[in-house]
């Protein structure tokens, strides 16, 4: 896609410093990090988001993502890493490109604020027909 930042990444048109890449995906270190190995995962082909992206597109960031958490362990040690994707505005994806967070955290940071939720139980009869609802449009 012609205005698309990532896209002008993967075409070499933009700098990024590369960590990974095969046939199918791009991996590179954000510039924006959330803390020191925060990295993003894209396919080459454009697409915007979960809905658009091909299953073998999707299938190929998420096997990537395990040789970099991987990598980013033997590197940098970390004990846990946050995988985080968005779509679509209201959930703040800032780049229309679809792409995963990877983000290493140390025991000795404070908790990953979108991680650390209240745990409110639900209504279960809400959680068992939005379900049911969305299990029946499963194709």
């Keep these: ?6 896209c002008k990444i993967v075409a070499g048109e933009i700098p990024s410093v590369k960590v990974y890449e095969d046939d199918l ?3 590179f270190m954000d510039i924006n990090p959330v803390q020191t190995g925060h990295a993003l995962i894209i396919p080459k082909a454009h697409a915007e988001n979960l809905w658009e992206i091909s299953e073998a597109d999707l299938a190929a960031v998420h096997s990537a993502s ?3 958490v991987t990598a980013m362990q033997r590197a940098l040690g970390p004990v846990s ?5 968005l779509n679509g505005k209201a959930v703040n ?3 229309m490109h679809y792409h995963l967070h990877l983000i290493p955290r140390a025991n000795t940071e404070a908790p990953f604020k979108l991680t650390a939720w ?5 209504d279960m009869e809400v959680i068992h027909k939005t379900g049911a609802d969305i299990a029946a449009a499963i194709d």
């Design 93 to 95: 994806q800032v780049v």
């Design 81 to 85: 890493v946050a995988a985080v994707q």
């Design 25 to 27: 995906v791009f991996a």
């Design 66 to 68: 395990r040789k970099i």
């Design 1 to 6: 896609m012609q205005d698309c930042i990532f």
């Design 118 to 122: 209240e745990m409110i139980p639900g």
